[in-house]
């Protein structure tokens, strides 16, 4: 028997004016949105649509937007949970599933992204680590590359594995940008993402153990009503 996984899309990098059209068009995307503001306490509308792309992608604005557009347009097409055996998200959308599924209120999501956010900027305020997409080149010819970055004292790690030819890599921007060129002679292409911290790799240890104090132990939340898979 075939089984059905709803998936939520991540974070990604957001350009003035980008997704403006879901919030004119669908009042559900404008409902969240003036939730969200309440919440927050700042116009998320204002925020999420200026023209200061760095406050929107370096702070918790972008995430926050992102995942009030999802909710309205899950809200808009009146997705019925139980047709789905799973709910998914890569990254932030499996955040946006576990309020979607249940698990906690949508406050409680933002709070979540804020306390996420500042957990992360704490430990890494500066610009030495990051993300670079990598596309166009075999999932083992990366691992390949990214194993003889490392064994010359640099430090790469898988993020996402996206395609059979594509993969996000984290860690120090330096490597990354070795990476590129390597990933280049290969016939590949290396993309960085503009912000990100060390994302889903073993150096986020220290912020997955400041987020727990600081936001997780406060609160409680409920089992999802269907599972939830997270990368």
């Not at 990098?13 to 980008?18: E, P």
């Not at 702070?59 to 009030?68: N, Q």
């Not at 898988?158 to 890599?169: G, K, L, R």
């Not at 994302?199 to 104090?213: I, N, P, T, Y």
């Amino acid at each position: 028997m075939m089984k059905k996984a709803l998936i939520l899309p991540p974070q990604m990098t957001i350009r003035t004016g980008h997704l403006l059209e879901y919030y004119n068009q669908f009042e559900e995307v404008q409902s969240y949105f003036d939730e969200a503001s309440e919440v927050l306490g700042i116009s998320l509308y204002d925020s999420f649509f200026s023209d200061n792309e760095k406050l929107i992608n370096e702070s918790h604005i972008g995430r926050c937007g992102i995942v009030s557009i999802t909710c309205g347009l899950l809200k808009r097409l009146n997705m019925n949970l139980e047709e789905y055996s799973f709910i998914s998200g890569p990254s932030l959308g499996s955040i946006t599933s576990g309020y979607i599924s249940g698990s906690y209120s949508f406050a409680t999501m933002l709070q979540m992204i804020v306390s996420m956010v500042d957990s992360e900027k704490a430990i890494y305020s500066d610009d030495r680590f990051g993300n670079y997409m990598f596309y166009n080149i075999s999932q083992k010819k990366l691992l390949e590359i990214m194993e003889e970055t490392n064994k010359q004292g640099h430090y790469v790690a898988p993020c996402m594995f996206t395609a059979d030819n594509q993969m996000i890599i984290t860690g120090e921007l330096t490597a990354l940008e070795k990476m590129g060129w390597d990933v280049l002679k290969s016939g590949g292409l290396g993309v960085h993402i503009p912000y990100s911290p060390p994302a889903h790799s073993s150096m986020m240890g220290e912020v997955r153990d400041l987020f727990k104090k600081s936001f997780m132990e406060s609160h409680e939340f409920e089992n999802p009503s269907i599972p939830n898979i997270c990368n």
